[in-house]
């Protein structure tokens, strides 16, 4: 991808001693100089050669595994540091490393699980597993393929998983050319040759962390996922598949995937027909989405956006009990209608407050309404907290305006020192120490996390529906004459 220059070595874009320039480094590499290179790996020379072309692309996938080693490196020196650091500080021993791996996630713009499993990663790597950390910083695996690896050697000891390592990832050349499945059949082999208790073992522990999750799938659809021990979920799939070949051969019109679909929401919930379903489904849409027709989309707190004829059409069937099993409308509370204010210029919803500490029902569902999810930038997880943004010990109040739906994971990372945060009122947001301010209209809600290291990371709450963002008036215009500038303008306008 880079020339080299006189048998020096390759030659690297911004290298230290060489300012925007390209050049062999001299010496440690700071940020300031992977900035640099980030700039000029965009610079790409594109007048070349299909056969340029494809080694563009294996130097760029090795400069992405090198990146990944180095991001491993970094993580578990952090950790290091930031553990010492909170010694110094009196923390007890229990309770040091809290809030590091946030702080990882906030970096690498990550969630915190997320964030929490690659420390774990590099930790293995570096600390354990030095031959398959090798062939990650030459590019010879690629992060997941390193992932895949520390996984099947997480059951084994210290003194097994070095030898694992050495016989899996010594030899550069025996990794070339596997793909995951051979690499973790391999690895599988190696560890259970190593220690098969241990292998069983882990087997048998992990039905511990069995477990259901939902998460969004395009079109209104959703995923329910169901980590299950092996026997149950084949189990499982074995009787939604009687149920459909039972039903088909009976005539039933449905595809299989239909009747195993229909009949797992029938016998988890115990209602007689798929659709009517008897728990509460907040739809938030727009007086104008529900009662004229208006096309502006609605939302599903925990979901997201749905079309507002989608939504009006759920509430169609639910008013005139469409769904619902035979004789069983009397019984069924189909429709509540909740009036919910918000102001038009933000599509933040009004203030509310309290005196108390803990936050009242109606203002926890509120900060849920308003916040949809974890307020920590980055962060997907739902919201099992409400936490004050300024501590209630310290003077905060029980309002709208500084509490924040939060996770549980974040809210206990915040409790590590030197965490604080602020809420922010102005239309100026800052990202982070370094980057500039960006201003424009009034985003609603912000809140700014200030970490231990002084960074610094903004979140807006969500806008609701009836959200109108102003357009730039005829003055605002002034200077741009391009039409190209005009219609990048009105894009930023509608983003």
């Known amino acids: 991808m880079f020339d080299t220059g006189g048998g020096a070595g390759p030659v690297v874009p911004g290298g230290a001693g060489t300012p925007g320039g390209v050049g062999v480094p001299g010496g440690p590499v700071s940020a300031v100089d992977v900035d640099r290179w980030r700039a000029a790996v965009m610079g790409l020379d594109r007048d070349v050669s299909d056969a340029e072309r494809v080694d563009q692309l294996r130097a760029l996938e090795e400069l ?15 950790e290091a540091s930031q553990r010492q650091a909170q010694a110094r500080q009196g923390v007890p021993a229990a309770r040091r490393g809290r809030g590091i791996g946030a702080q990882i996630a906030l970096a690498r713009r990550e969630s915190p699980a997320r964030a929490g499993r690659l420390l774990g990663l590099a930790k293995a790597l570096v600390e354990e597993m030095p031959h398959t950390y090798a062939a990650l910083a030459a590019g010879v695996l690629t992060e997941w393929r390193a992932t895949l690896l520390v996984r099947e050697s997480a059951c084994l000891s210290v003194t097994d998983r070095a030898v694992f390592d050495a016989e899996v990832a010594a030899d550069p050349a025996a990794l070339d050319g596997v793909g995951d499945r051979r690499l973790v059949a391999r690895a599988k082999a190696v560890a259970y040759r190593l220690d098969a208790a241990a292998v069983v073992g882990r087997l048998r522990q992990v039905e511990a962390d069995r477990y259901v999750s939902l998460r969004p799938a395009p079109d209104t659809m959703t995923y329910l996922t169901g980590l299950l021990p092996v026997v149950q979920g084949v189990g499982v799939y074995a009787a939604l598949t009687r149920v459909a070949q039972s039903l088909r051969a009976q005539g039933d019109p449905r595809s299989r995937g239909q009747i195993m679909a ?16 008897p728990v509460e489904v907040q739809v938030v849409m727009t007086d104008r989405a529900l009662l004229a027709g208006d096309d502006e989309p609605a939302t599903i707190p925990g979901y997201g956006t749905v079309p507002a004829a989608w939504a009006r059409l759920l509430v169609h069937e639910r008013t005139n009990g469409a769904g619902c099993a035979a004789g069983a409308e009397e019984e069924a509370v189909l429709v509540w209608l909740r009036r919910l204010f918000t102001a038009p210029s933000t599509g933040q919803l009004v203030a509310l407050d309290s005196r108390r500490r803990s936050v009242p029902a109606g203002l926890a569902r509120f900060i849920d309404l308003r916040d949809q999810g974890c307020r920590t930038p980055y962060c997907d997880a739902p919201i099992r907290h409400h936490d004050h943004v300024v501590a209630h010990a310290d003077g905060g109040p029980t309002t709208a305006a500084n509490l924040k739906g939060a996770c549980e994971a974040c809210n206990y990372a915040k409790q590590a020192p030197g965490w604080r945060d602020q809420p922010l009122t102005t239309a100026t947001r800052r990202a982070g120490p370094g980057q500039r301010q960006r201003a424009g209209p009034d985003p609603g809600h912000l809140v700014q996390t200030i970490t231990p290291t002084g960074h610094r990371y903004t979140s807006c709450a969500p806008a609701l529906p009836g959200h109108q963002t102003p357009r730039p008036q005829a003055a605002d215009l002034a200077g741009v004459h391009s039409p190209i500038e005009r219609l990048m303008l009105d894009l930023y306008w509608a983003a």
Not at 64 to 78: G, T
């Open 64 to 78: 992405k595994a090198a990146a990944a080693a180095a991001q491993a490196r970094i993580a578990v020196d952090f």
């Open 262 to 277: 229909d009949t797992l929401v029938e016998r988890v919930t115990g209602q007689a027909v798929a659709a009517a379903v």
